[in-house]
């Protein structure tokens, strides 16, 4: 029935379908480009590289809006971005580069492979409010990276340095390659190893990460838009839907149990990752 409806019938469905997923993104602290590509590609009868292109745009839509905000509250910060976003950015184009060269039924299979990685990543990573960095390592010295802002929940200022820096380079080029590869937003990866490996206080690893995300994106999505895999019927309700969906996420948010959402993501997740491997296997079609 659907495949002889009307043009707009996918489009509207699609909207609907971001709309919740938008909600349920926000509710469990996600960004929505993780959950989007393996459940549209999954799903619905749109190629794989249609989807990624749509993929990243919907991470870039959150990543755009939410920056400046970032950046004048000091929770966003340029110094600890910058030389991250120029390994990942670059990285991004070169997994963009990939994914498009790779046939779909190899790449399908590695996104269910990397999905089911992040649904692992999800259950077994823990987060810390403040990070204890006892010595800042000579790279972020000799870079300028360390900062202050101010704790609203505490009243006071918290001072912050990293360490690691150069691991957490070499991590973020494999997450640019992921993010670029696949059409992920790679929010789930920036904030645990800004937060747990380099050591910045959870508040600015997701700021920074955020603002990360508007760089990382928008390089891998150049390279989509160029090869012709992003299609505004596609794209701009997915974007749309994503967009009000957080809107009423953050509202709901107060009355829901995050704790209770995110374990509901994780297990969409699972399922979207196994349909993924199944279907670029060829034995869920």
Known sequence: MLETAAWWVWPVILFVFTFFLGILAVMAGVGGGVLFVPLVSGFFPFHLDYVRG???????????????????????????????????????IIGALIGLALPTNITQTLLGITILFISFVMVTSKRVEFPKVEKADKISQMLGIYGIYYEESMGKEIEWKVHRTIPSMILFAFIGIIAGMFGLGAGWANVPVLNLF???????????????????????AWVYLNNGSVIPLITIPSCLGIMLGSYVGVRVLAK????????????????????????????WA
């Open 54 to 92: 749509a993929g990243l745009f919907v991470a870039l839509t959150g990543a755009l809006a939410a920056g400046p905000g970032l950046l004048k509250r000091g929770l966003a910060n340029l110094r600890l971005a910058m030389p991250l976003a120029l390994i990942s950015s670059t990285c991004s």
């Open 198 to 220: 380099m050591g910045t206080p959870l508040k600015i690893a997701a700021g920074t990460s955020k603002f990360l995300l508007s760089i990382t994106d928008t390089s891998a």
């Open 256 to 283: 829901a149990s995050p704790k209770m959402i995110r374990s509901i993501v994780i297990a969409v997740l699972i399922f979207a990752g196994l349909r993924s491997l199944l279907k670029g296997l060829g034995i």
